[in-house]
């Protein structure tokens, strides 16, 4: 009906997968398209793992934190680049081949990377991938969007972030399943070229976005994929509203057909669909997610797991609880709506992030003592130099420089030091080594013994991996896929592609400055407080929600718009909406 929503009854949920006996053709569309959201996942995850291995292989990657930051933020350089250019392709010449050409993108790079001679062809693999990822990311959820009925469109949109999670989950798989293959990074990296292969045979068979077709003048080819999307009663109101809306935006440029981005924030209602989709693809990153997709393996590592298995183990649950989550917000983002799902997920990130601040401040603060003893068991040149330097004691400490411990003795000035537990308890007094391969060997030569070079052993990890696993189960289900979803349908027709895009690639920014400073930041100020500005960032991020994003559950992409017109803003956000199934007003709203 005009000006309304969709009444939504029952599960969508489970009228999203009764689309396989009733109509499989919407359900293949979407899960086609998704397969871009599979590699988005998988390459931005699986650098997490293959780093640990990486390093092993390249000794200048070892030992420079920022390499390690270079390769993995990379791809998101890249994707910045993707998104951009994404945003322009799908409107000049389609969401379906935009498409097409991330999957080549994919597997250039995938190749690329599989058989990199050093950090250099790495990089360049990486920056190949991540053009990949940046189209994919605003192209794959856009062409969902557009190719799905609307009373089920948040549902199929989130199939796209489940297969992005799931995407994260089997790249901490993988990377389990080739740890003791020969040449385990290669196989980590190149395994990404098969899934591009396969999307790209299958969108050479799926039509184009019929939202798109119809802009273009083809709408005939439009109203015939718009009936095989639609029931029969509801088809006709669908190619009704897209003639109202084509109309609309052709009486709005005139003879212009340039889109600029004076143009974008002229327009009032462009202007607060961009400030809501900007915002909440900034904050996503912001509130740190990609610090531990990316370095999930290496955060469990700082938490006091020495070994590399170990942590790639306990990284696949992290991961397999972001795709559990995604599979929540396919449940719940057309019965609970846009907005309470982001604030109810904000809240637990909020919570998770102060239980990660605490756990990691306990860790550094109460980590195992050095020992002169322990450390004088191995061969004098192995023993760290700055530790060498201290006056020798009998007890775990050092005259004139102060106590020594795990944290002091990882933090060497003069060279990379490690800390080799005690044989008989890791949380007892321990040597401080060089860090090299004769150290690592040396150490775990004697029965008992951990080497640790990233973080020091510590009675609080398995809380931390607890708060790990707390901060994903709230971020998937909201911050994790609603982004995406608000950004698939919040901009007018005429301007989906360009704005999209401009959200996408701030996303990719924020990301790009969070992935390329969290090393850093923790070897600066510490573990715990770059969790703690992480949480500081996340109220923020919750006070932008309640003020800037309003709720779209249920509406006609074409009704959208017209409430942004409207400038309406549900303060009463969890109250039912005008026009609900109850039909009667219990919002409030108010002018932005």
């Excluded at 799926?206 to 083809?218: A, T």
């Excluded at 349908?489 to 989906?496: C, G």
Aim: aromatic share 10%; glycine share 12%.
């Amino acid at each position: 009906m005009e000006g309304g929503v969709h009444e939504l009854d029952g599960s969508t949920f489970k009228e999203c997968f009764s689309l396989s006996w009733r109509n499989p053709y919407v359900l293949r569309l979407a899960f086609s398209a998704g397969i871009g959201g599979l590699l988005f996942g998988y390459d931005t995850g699986v650098i997490s793992g293959a780093l640990l291995y990486i390093r092993d292989d390249f000794r200048s990657v070892d030992r420079n934190t920022w390499l390690q930051e270079m390769i993995v933020s990379m791809a998101v350089a890249g994707a910045i680049i993707g998104a951009a250019i994404g945003g322009w392709t799908t409107d000049r010449f389609g969401r379906r081949t935009s498409i097409l050409v991330a999957d080549f993108l994919f597997f250039a790079g995938a190749v690329v990377m599989a058989s990199a001679t050093g950090p250099a062809q790495l990089v360049v693999g990486r920056v190949f991938v991540g053009l990949g990822v940046g189209m994919a990311s605003m192209t794959s959820p856009l062409y969902i969007s557009e190719a799905s009925p609307a009373r089920i469109r948040g549902a199929l949109v989130s199939t796209n972030g489940f297969l992005i999670t799931g995407g994260q989950f089997l790249a901490y798989l993988i990377n389990l399943a080739f740890t003791k293959a020969p040449g385990t990074w290669r196989w980590m990296l190149g395994v990404a070229a098969v899934p591009a292969v396969v999307q790209f045979g299958l969108m050479l068979f799926l039509p184009e976005s019929p939202r798109w077709l119809y802009r273009k003048g083809r709408a005939e080819e439009a109203e015939a994929i718009l009936r095989r999307i639609y029931s029969a009663e509801e088809v006709e109101r669908e190619i009704e509203e897209l003639k109202e809306s084509v109309a609309a935006e052709a009486r709005e440029r005139g003879s212009s057909e340039k889109v600029s981005l004076a143009v974008l924030l002229r327009t009032a209602t462009v202007r607060r669909g961009l400030v809501a989709g900007v915002g909440l693809q900034v904050f996503q990153q912001l509130v740190g997610i990609n610090t531990v997709m990316y370095y999930s393996p290496t955060i469990v590592q700082l938490a006091g797991f020495a070994s590399n298995q170990t942590a790639l183990a306990l990284s696949l649950v992290t991961s397999g609880l972001n795709a559990l989550g995604s599979i929540v917000s396919i449940y719940f983002i057309d019965r609970t709506g846009r907005k309470k799902l982001l604030v109810v997920s904000l809240v637990g990130v909020i919570l998770s992030l102060g239980v990660l601040t605490a756990v990691f401040h306990e860790t550094t603060s109460h980590s195992p003592a050095v020992s002169a003893s322990e450390t004088g068991r191995f061969d004098g040149s192995l023993t760290c130099p700055d530790y060498r330097l201290q006056p020798s004691s009998s007890s775990a400490s050092s005259g004139g420089g102060g106590f020594w411990d795990c944290t002091r003795c990882l933090k060497g000035r003069s060279a990379e030091c490690g800390f080799c537990a005690s044989g008989a308890g890791k949380l007892l007094p321990g040597a401080c080594l060089v860090s090299n391969a004769t150290s690592r060997d040396a150490c775990r030569g004697e029965g008992g013994r951990l080497w640790y070079t990233r973080g020091c052993p510590s009675r609080f990890g398995w809380l931390a991996l607890a708060g790990l696993a707390l901060y994903i189960i709230f971020f998937s289900p909201g911050m994790g896929t609603v982004p995406w979803i608000v950004n698939s349908e919040i901009y007018p027709l005429r301007y989906r592609g360009a704005c999209g895009g401009a959200a996408a690639t701030a996303n990719w920014v924020s990301n790009l400055a969070v992935a390329q400073s969290f090393l850093s930041l923790t070897e600066a100020i510490g573990v715990a407080w770059t969790f703690l500005i992480f949480g500081g960032l996340s109220v923020a991020a919750l006070a932008f929600v309640l003020v800037c994003v309003p709720e779209t559950k249920g509406l006609p992409i074409e009704e959208v718009e017209k409430m942004l017109e409207r400038r309406e803003l549900r303060l009463r956000f969890w109250a039912p909406r005008a026009g609900d199934a109850d039909g009667k007003e219990t919002g409030k709203t108010a002018g932005v």
